[in-house]
């Protein structure tokens, strides 16, 4: 990778009891890509994911975000300098409807902007304004503009991964963590998720991604990390590593 890294992982070691979950991972994430994590399950790559977003300590190794070592920062400290993501577990406000699930996740000192007793009602008329216009920028982004109403139990799978990366989008982060966006897809919704990622990424995003569609990883990644037991295993753009002979054997056992 040419540019330096946007973000460096050194050495990255992390045990659960006997189980040495991460072992001595390294990589770095170019501002502006898309980098994708990929390996069989089991192979550590969630766990990596927890320890860049603060949910997890690493036993070993460092993370540098923009050049500021991030290692032990709890995850509400990250979120603040730009980092935010999504999990495999959805964790939406199932009875609120799509609007409010993204409108909530605004940033809070916004939201509490507009009760603030010592501004003048004009300011925050305008300061509602302008998260009610971000809130609606969001859902058209993701095609969800229909549905901002809709209470968010009574949508589909894809729909309801859809609003996940909403609120996301609403953290004002510039580096994205999408914890296996495509899983449970349909083939059309994958289409239109490849479309949103790469349109996150012109509007100036970096996201880092974990999935096991291989199809679509090769489709839209710029990077491709493969984890094997903690390890790296290989690290190279879509073709070199459709073409590596280790990670064919790791994923179709031959």
């Known amino acids: 990778m040419a540019s330096a890294p946007y973000l460096q992982v050194e050495g990255l070691w992390k045990a659960f009891g006997g189980l040495q979950a991460v072992k001595d991972v ?5 501002k502006g890509a898309i980098t994708s ?3 069989p399950n ?12 603060g949910f997890l300590i690493p036993d070993r190794g460092r993370i540098i975000f923009r050049g500021r070592d991030l ?6 400290e990250i979120v603040s300098l730009g980092i935010a993501r999504t999990f495999q577990h959805l964790g939406l406000f199932y009875q609120l409807s799509v609007w409010d699930n993204v409108f909530l996740a605004l940033p809070a000192k916004r939201r509490e902007q507009l ?56 953290t004002d982060s510039e580096f994205l963590l999408m914890d296996e966006p495509a899983a449970g897809l349909s ?22 991604l974990i999935d096991h569609n291989m199809e679509a990883i090769l489709d839209i990644s710029d990077w491709v990390i493969v984890l094997n037991f903690g390890q790296i ?13 280790d990670v064919v054997r790791v994923y179709l056992g031959v």
């Open 37 to 39: 994590l990929i390996g």
């Open 42 to 53: 089991g192979a550590g790559k969630t766990t990596v994911f927890d320890l860049i977003s």
């Open 71 to 76: 290692t032990g920062f709890r995850p509400h």
């Open 26 to 30: 390294r990589f770095g994430v170019v």
């Open 115 to 170: 009760w603030a007793v010592f501004l003048p009602r004009r300011a925050v008329r305008e300061e509602e304004g302008l998260l009610v216009d971000r809130t609606a920028e969001i859902l058209e982004f993701l095609g969800l503009g229909d549905k901002a109403s809709e209470q968010v139990a009574n949508l589909s799978w894809g729909d309801q991964k859809l609003v996940s990366i909403g609120r996301l989008l609403a």
């Open 187 to 208: 083939d059309e919704q994958i289409v239109h998720l490849k479309s949103l990622l790469k349109g996150l990424v012109a509007r100036g995003k970096t996201v880092l």
């Open 233 to 245: 295993l290989a690290a190279g753009k879509p073709a070199e590593i459709l073409a590596n002979e």
